[in-house]
Antibody, heavy 118, light 109 residues
């Protein structure tokens, strides 16, 4: 079925990097942007950036410029989000979301919990 | 950078009542305004896009309105499954980016 399946939970130390994957199935992977959104516990949603799986073009929220990299491997229909120089306040659930019709986020992954702790 | 302010932060209502949620943008950039519903432990689900269009499978009791800087989500008659957190989201034309509001928690009175 149409879905996005994300990688599992990660625990990282401050200063490290984390790479979260998002595997698409049931639709044409190259036809829709993939966005990344994070949510700290009890907090709201924060958009991090987008990637076009066809071209590889990306756009990042200013807050994450220089720290985030979004890539893809079209052969396995998978998008990746790598966040570097992790801090404790990067602890959050990270979601990938498809940019569907009218660019709304119409399909979401299940979320990947990233915990940053020494 | 656009800031979206949602009000109220918390709305306490009973099933069957009408809910009106507000989303105000700090500047007008587009009408690409969407509303999402999120329940505990779940990913968000899109309800409304382009300010007033219901997404596929969304019940008719959900409606969106507004333009420019002021947008509203209305739930005409609350059902038990509607109690959740609601977020508005604006897509800016240039630079292409998205902004979420801080959310409105709709709780049972």
């Amino acid at each position: 079925q149409v879905q996005l399946v994300q990688s599992g939970a990660e625990v990282k130390k401050p200063g490290a990097s984390v790479k979260v994957s998002c595997r698409a199935s049931g639709y044409t992977f190259k036809s829709y942007d993939i966005n990344w959104v994070r949510q700290a516990a009890g907090q709201g949603l924060e958009w991090m950036g987008w990637m076009n799986p066809n071209s590889g073009n990306t756009g990042y929220a200013q807050k994450f410029q220089g720290r985030v990299t979004m890539t893809r491997d079209t052969s396995i229909r998978t998008a990746y989000m790598e966040l570097s120089s992790l801090r404790s306040d990067d602890t959050a659930v990270y979601y990938c979301a498809r940019g569907g019709m009218a660019a709304v986020f119409d399909l979401w992954g299940q979320g990947s919990l990233v915990t940053v702790s020494s | 950078e656009v800031v979206l302010t949602q009000s109220p932060a918390t709305l306490s209502l009973s099933p069957g009542e009408r809910a009106t949620l507000s989303c105000r943008a700090s500047q007008s950039d587009s009408n690409y305004l969407a509303w999402y519903q999120q329940k505990p432990g779940q990913a968000p689900r899109v309800l409304i896009y382009d300010a007033s269009n219901r997404a596929t499978g969304i019940p008719a009791r959900f409606s969106g309105s507004g333009s420019g800087t002021d947008f509203t989500l209305t739930i005409s008659s609350l059902e038990s499954e509607d109690f959740a957190v609601y977020y508005c989201q604006l897509r800016s034309i240039w630079p292409p980016m998205y902004t979420f509001g801080q959310g409105t928690k709709l709780e049972i009175k």
